[in-house]
């Protein structure tokens, strides 16, 4: 699976729209985007994924570049209960184990 | 969510005594992990399945091993704790297999210690 690169920590105002980079040049075709979060001492939450196409849900929404190589996931309204370690996974659309790798992901203080 | 939970929620145990850590879904999904997670480390794979009685390794499999008799439940087995399995363990469900499918979905966590 491709490696992902985010930034460690990010602040974002209450009430403003959180926008989370990801970078995963090395992305093959079949390989989706996932995004998980964790607030402290919770299991991982699952936030959204998609392949190419951009996608949105009651959560979250995420916006994959025309050539896959970068994404963002929006948190379009933040509030202080959005504070969480923002995971960017890349996984192949062909494993048959599903699993996840996860990395350091980005801190995310929402503040207000 | 799934319906996943697990215990014990936290446990004590003294060094060298075996623990077994359970993971129960009510949500029918084929695939089941379990994960530790570390200060400085984040979230490793232990073990993985991916059927009944279809077990494979992860990232951090020494001194771990795992069992399931039935999709429902996901145990798994420390043979004799050391202190460097004092962690918190989180079991997730999924039933990703080929496609895109929402999930996997993580359990609370089994906070261990051992002394």
């Known amino acids: 699976d491709a490696k992902t690169t985010q930034p460690p920590s990010m602040d974002c105002a209450e009430g403003r729209a959180a926008n989370l980079p990801c970078n995963h040049s090395t992305i093959s075709g079949n390989e989706y985007v996932y995004w998980y979060r964790q607030i402290h001492s919770q299991g991982p939450q699952y936030i959204i994924h998609?392949?190419?196409n951009n996608e949105t849900n009651e959560m979250a929404s995420l916006i994959i570049t025309e050539d896959r190589k970068s994404s963002t996931l929006i948190l379009p309204h933040a509030t202080l209960r959005d504070t969480a370690v923002y995971y960017c996974?890349?996984?192949?659309?062909?494993?048959?184990?599903?699993?996840?790798?996860f990395g350091q992901g980005t801190t995310l203080q929402v503040k207000p | 969510d799934a319906g996943i939970t697990q215990s014990p929620r936290h446990k004590v145990t003294e060094t060298g005594t075996p623990v077994t850590l359970r993971c129960h879904q009510t949500e029918n999904h084929r695939y089941m992990y379990w994960y530790r997670q570390d200060p400085g480390h984040g979230l490793r794979l232990i073990h993985y399945s991916y059927g009944v009685k279809d077990t494979d390794k992860g990232e951090v499999s020494d001194g771990y091993s795992v069992s399931r008799s039935k999709t429902e439940d996901f145990l798994l087995t420390l043979e004799s704790a050391t202190s460097s399995q004092t962690s918190v363990y989180f079991c997730a469900t999924g039933s990703i297999g080929t496609g895109s499918l929402s999930g996997p979905y993580f359990g609370p966590g089994t906070r261990l210690t051992v002394t």
């Open positions: 996974i890349v996984r192949s659309a062909t494993s048959n184990t599903g699993k996840l790798i």
């Open positions: 998609g392949l190419k």
